[in-house]
């Protein structure tokens, strides 16, 4: 017969559940049972607690935080005001915009959206500005014993008595100050097991040497700097605010609506209609938006110590900022004390944040991708150090971590060959790029604004109520449009393009190739080459072809992305360097970008079987003989599309 469970491990299930139960109530478990009051006493109590309003403990951890639980990051409890973002329409949207737009087309787990992307990335935001705190205040903690041994050592023996002032380290500290530079250097090198040596320093050890050169170096300044930078609870809300909202201002598809799409509504509309807008633009606006629109978040911001309104805005301008601010200095929402935490949720100068995090681990689960990098390590091993390079403070890795960090690199690499840059995908977006295109100015997808304007699909982004209805749901109402407009020519070619894609007859690639160094006029390059295939396929009109770039880089264009990372050693943790890439391995590229390019027929003639083949392959020895007369490299598809 099985025990109860209170007679195993001598009652140690008991004591469990009464410390639950006081820690469910608000009270510490460990804390001295209270004596019992009488029944006046506890009335008297009740009475004085209603007379002054005093508010009651709040109940456990979890009314004030609500967990999600994430097949990525697991459990995370989020702040009550993330929650209330969380439950807007605003953020809602997100549910209906694909975190990897066309690719879903490709790999049939990527079916994830910006929505779960944009809790995780809030909720790793949150754990490595915490993990920063703890160290900087473990650092603080270190430097005021300091201080205060700094003051001991300046008193005399009888100072001492007379205050009646201890310290374990005071006599050994008084011993070390006696001997020269020489005789501390040789204590130093010294080993525990050279006894005899040992004796000569009467019981002094190497290790002691350590803690009185810090002792010599300290500065009083240094903890008051250090004071001042130190995270506050309002920056680890701010920073978890931004990685929650950073993506709120993404269209149809993710990056396809910023960019495929934007960029040939500029071709067609002139450079002037819209500019160099991104989605981070929209991104500051929906939050705006969404600050203004829902009832008691700005009140609740405010409770928790945000300041958000009146003439103090500091938390709302270091949301935006971190969302999207300048590429450098100055920012407004925090000095440079604390120009670390620009760092957290978009890294401007490394591209080495909490959002590349979440996007690699899920990314790469989705696509069934390995992701090599390790995001928990950077976190653990992650601390706040002052760099003279630049004199500010940055997040720097342990000196031994710089390989793992080009693995960042490596797995972004991975995700844009196999992925973002496969030829299908990029097929498919062209395909969903033209029907919308044509339906863009079409009244059956015109958006109604906040000023009663119908916007067209490109325009909605400039008006946050038109906006919030623009989503992927947008290709399914092309796809099945209204019954009366069904024979309308461009909403019908429309309709047709996407039916193509659904029943997989895409736009097919007859080639790709290398880029020039140093070739500046691209576009007259992409005319030269359309010019050449109509040249040779008469049936055939510039219209039906298609040429894209496909670059592959580290994220800094040809740039090493650690060139500007700084890392600390174990001997001196508190201080960032540089590392050049020539001290880390011979291995490391010397190149980190290639570009390519594509060309895709559209084959609007509708060819099928044997036909449609043949015509794609003489299309392609076209194509490479175009290539060698101007001396380009053709790729094979196995290079970079397995």
């Known amino acids: 017969m099985a025990k109860p469970p209170f007679m195993m491990g001598r009652y140690k299930w008991l004591v469990k559940v009464l410390s639950v139960g006081a820690e469910c109530k608000g009270e510490d478990p460990n804390a001295e049972p209270k004596k019992p009051t009488s029944t006046k006493q506890q009335n008297t109590t009740a009475d004085n607690e209603a007379k002054n309003n005093i508010p009651k403990k709040p109940r456990f951890y979890i009314e004030e935080h609500k967990v999600f639980n994430d097949p990525i990051h697991g459990h995370m409890a989020l702040h009550p005001v993330l929650v209330k973002i969380i439950d807007t329409p605003e953020f809602q949207r997100l549910r209906n915009i694909k975190q990897l737009g066309g690719i879903y087309f490709v790999y049939p787990g990527a079916s994830h959206n910006r929505f779960e992307h944009s809790i995780g990335v809030a909720h790793l935001a949150g754990e490595l500005a915490k993990a920063l705190k703890m160290k900087q205040e473990k650092q603080i903690e270190q430097l005021e014993e300091l201080k205060k041994l700094k003051l001991l050592m300046e008193l005399t023996p009888e100072e001492l008595k007379l205050k009646e002032?201890?310290?374990?380290?005071?006599?050994?500290?008084?011993?070390?100050?006696?001997?020269?530079?020489?005789?501390?250097?040789?204590?130093?090198?010294?080993?525990?097991?050279?006894?005899?040596?040992?004796?000569?320093?009467?019981?002094?050890?190497?290790?002691?040497?350590?803690?009185?050169?810090?002792?010599?170096?300290?500065?009083?300044?240094?903890?008051?700097?250090?004071?001042?930078?130190?995270?506050?609870?309002?920056?680890?809300?701010?920073?978890?605010?931004?990685?929650?909202?950073?993506?709120?201002?993404?269209?149809?598809?993710?990056?396809?609506?910023?960019?495929?799409?934007?960029?040939?509504?500029?071709?067609?509309?002139?450079?002037?209609?819209?500019?160099?807008?991104?989605?981070?633009?929209?991104?500051?606006?929906?939050?705006?938006?969404?600050?203004?629109?829902?009832?008691?978040?700005?009140?609740?911001?405010?409770?928790?110590?945000?300041?958000?309104?009146?003439?103090?805005?500091?938390?709302?301008?270091?949301?935006?900022?971190?969302?999207?601010?300048?590429?450098?200095?100055?920012?407004?929402?925090?000095?440079?004390?604390?120009?670390?935490?620009?760092?957290?949720?978009?890294?401007?100068?490394?591209?080495?944040?909490?959002?590349?995090?979440?996007?690699?681990?899920?990314?790469?689960?989705?696509?069934?991708?390995?992701?090599?990098?390790?995001?928990?390590?950077?976190?653990?091993?992650?601390?706040?150090?002052?760099?003279?390079?630049?004199?500010?403070?940055?997040?720097?890795?342990?000196?031994?971590?710089?390989?793992?960090?080009?693995?960042?690199?490596?797995?972004?690499?991975?995700?844009?060959?196999?992925?973002?840059?496969?030829?299908?995908?990029?097929?498919?977006?062209?395909?969903?790029?033209?029907?919308?295109?044509?339906?863009?100015?079409?009244?059956?997808?015109?958006?109604?604004?906040?000023?009663?304007?119908?916007?067209?699909?490109?325009?909605?982004?400039?008006?946050?109520?038109?906006?919030?209805?623009?989503?992927?749901?947008?290709?399914?109402?092309?796809?099945?449009?209204?019954?009366e407009r069904k024979e309308e020519e461009k909403l019908k070619e429309a309709t047709k393009i996407l039916q193509r894609v659904v029943k997989r007859d895409l736009y097919r690639c007859v080639g790709q190739a290398r880029k020039k160094e140093g070739r500046e006029k691209w576009k007259e390059f992409k005319e030269n080459l359309r010019e050449e295939l109509c040249k040779q396929f008469p049936e055939c009109g510039k219209k039906d072809f298609e040429v894209i770039d496909v670059p592959f880089d580290y994220g800094m264009k040809n740039k090493d992305p650690l060139r500007k990372a700084y890392f600390y050693r174990k001997d001196n943790p508190d201080k960032g360097e540089p590392i050049p890439k020539s001290k880390v391995?011979?291995?490391?590229?010397?190149?980190?970008?290639?570009?390519?390019?594509?060309?895709?027929?559209?084959?609007?003639?509708?060819?099928?079987?044997?036909?449609?083949?043949?015509?794609?392959?003489?299309?392609?020895?076209?194509?490479?003989?175009?290539?060698?007369?101007?001396?380009?490299?053709?790729l094979l598809y196995s290079i970079l599309l397995h």
Request: some cysteine; hydrophobic content about 35%.
């Open 585 to 634: 391995s011979r291995l490391l590229l010397d190149c980190f970008s290639d570009e390519m390019f594509r060309v895709y027929w559209k084959n609007h003639e509708n060819l099928e079987g044997e036909e449609r083949d043949e015509k794609e392959k003489e299309m392609k020895e076209v194509f490479k003989k175009w290539c060698k007369d101007n001396g380009l490299e053709v």
């Open 165 to 483: 002032l201890k310290h374990d380290d005071l006599g050994m500290l008084k011993k070390l100050e006696k001997l020269d530079d020489k005789e501390l250097e040789e204590l130093k090198n010294l080993k525990t097991e050279e006894f005899e040596k040992l004796n000569k320093f009467k019981k002094l050890r190497p290790e002691d040497v350590e803690k009185f050169e810090k002792l010599r170096e300290f500065k009083p300044n240094e903890l008051e700097k250090l004071k001042e930078s130190l995270i506050s609870d309002r920056d680890v809300l701010c920073v978890q605010i931004a990685g929650l909202c950073h993506d709120l201002g993404h269209g149809p598809y993710s990056h396809f609506y910023d960019g495929m799409f934007m960029e040939a509504i500029r071709d067609k509309k002139g450079k002037e209609f819209n500019g160099k807008w991104e989605h981070e633009d929209a991104s500051i606006e929906m939050f705006n938006h969404l600050l203004d629109n829902t009832d008691g978040l700005k009140d609740m911001m405010r409770k928790s110590g945000l300041k958000i309104e009146g003439d103090d805005k500091t938390d709302l301008k270091f949301i935006e900022e971190l969302i999207r601010g300048p590429p450098r200095w100055p920012y407004k929402g925090r000095d440079e004390k604390k120009s670390f935490l620009y760092e957290i949720v978009s890294n401007k100068e490394t591209g080495i944040d909490v959002d590349k995090f979440d996007y690699f681990a899920r990314d790469c689960k989705q696509l069934g991708i390995p992701n090599s990098f390790d995001h928990q390590r950077f976190i653990m091993f992650a601390r706040v150090c002052d760099v003279e390079e630049d004199g500010r403070k940055h997040i720097c890795s342990r000196d031994k971590e710089i390989e793992n960090l080009y693995d960042i690199f490596h797995t972004r690499l991975s995700i844009h060959r196999r992925a973002c840059q496969h030829k299908i995908k990029m097929a498919v977006e062209i395909m969903i790029k033209d029907a919308l295109l044509l339906v863009d100015d079409h009244p059956d997808f015109k958006i109604k604004s906040s000023k009663g304007k119908m916007l067209s699909l490109s325009e909605a982004k400039d008006d946050m109520e038109a906006y919030i209805k623009l989503t992927d749901h947008v290709i399914e109402r092309i796809l099945h449009p209204k019954e």
